[in-house]
């Protein structure tokens, strides 16, 4: 098997600059700040988080490029034993200031297994991209999955419907039977086929991960000078508990990085600053809280 992680990797460090740069560019007050740390068992990484901004209350865009041994626990779930692994990726997530402006999350991530040798026995590719509104906006939907089924049809491997399906059954809170969001696209274990090579695969990662600005900063210059009052607030950081919920119930990559010794400090920089739990709370019939919460009930196709 021919490894994908060093141009992956070259390719992730180039995008973290060039995300950062424009949501920089974007907030016009807060700039990122980076910190790089390393794995004891292997690897490392740059978290770059920006915070208290005019746009963005919370953002961080971190890479890694972690290896070592497999832990047990891994191992058990991927049912080998003696393996070690490389995995690396970049991640990120952004929580606005205005509550008409949506969080968003992307992942794009490699992982290669090895055997006691140190020869490749697995690699594939995952990852994806999905929007989190605090209030629907019909036409920002649609553009943030025509930016995503547009790539998808550039490449003959992927499928547009597909991913969306996989999006919206994965971020979904099962205790609540609602979605965290609106979706995207999610894929994983993205291999090497008689008809499609790693080299496909990367092709449509790169494809991907680098439209992930088109998709959403639109959005966020049109929504980020609009008005918004105490209550929108308060709406925005309960929707956002709901959003800690499923990072830390069913979120792979959260869990993956616990059990693999990751770095904390980068594993829960996806955590709004301000959140709410309230007991029993349901939105007036017929609010603009009310819509949202019937998209998340019952997901929609938006393009």
């Given amino acids: 098997m021919q490894s994908q992680k060093e141009p992956f990797y070259t390719f992730i460090k180039d995008l973290q ?9 974007l907030d016009g007050k807060a700039v990122f700040k980076e910190d790089e740390w390393h794995r004891e068992q292997g690897g490392g990484g740059f978290s770059r988080v920006i915070e208290n901004g005019s ?11 972690v290896h070592g041994e497999l832990p047990a626990a891994m191992q058990n779930y991927f049912k080998v ?9 970049i991640s990120l997530v952004i929580h606005p200031v205005n509550p008409m402006v949506p ?53 003959d491997l992927t499928d547009y419907k597909s991913f969306k399906a996989k999006c919206d059954s994965y971020f979904y809170n099962s205790h609540r039977e609602e979605a ?26 790169q494809d991907m991960a680098s439209h992930f600005l088109d998709a959403y900063v639109p959005i966020v210059l049109k929504r980020k000078d609009q008005p918004y009052d105490k209550e929108q607030l308060e709406w925005q950081q309960i929707r956002r508990g709901r959003y800690v919920e499923f990072n830390l119930i069913h979120d792979k990559g ?11 400090e ?38």
């Fill in 103 to 155: 969080t968003v999350h992307a992942n794009f991530r490699y992982f290669e297994m090895y055997n006691k040798e140190g020869e490749i026995v697995d690699c594939w590719f995952g990852g994806g991209l999905d929007l989190t509104p605090y209030y629907l906006f019909e036409e920002d939907a649609t553009h943030f999955h025509q930016v995503c089924k547009a790539v998808c049809d550039r490449h």
């Fill in 254 to 264: 959260t869990l993956f990085g616990l059990k693999t010794n990751g770095r904390i």
């Fill in 55 to 65: 746009v963005f209350e919370k953002g961080g865009v971190n890479i890694s490029a």
């Fill in 81 to 89: 034993s003696d393996a070690h692994f490389y995995a690396t990726g």
């Fill in 17 to 25: 600059n060039t995300i950062t740069t424009r949501l920089e560019q």
């Fill in 180 to 205: 965290r969001g609106i979706g995207g696209l999610f894929y994983d274990y993205c291999r090497a086929t008689s008809d499609y090579s790693m080299d496909d695969w990367l092709n449509f990662q």
């Fill in 266 to 303: 980068s594993i829960l920089m996806s955590l709004p600053p301000r959140v709410q739990w309230k007991y029993d709370h349901h939105p007036a019939p017929g609010s603009p809280e009310e819509a949202l919460l019937k998209v998340l009930r019952k997901p929609r196709e938006w393009v």
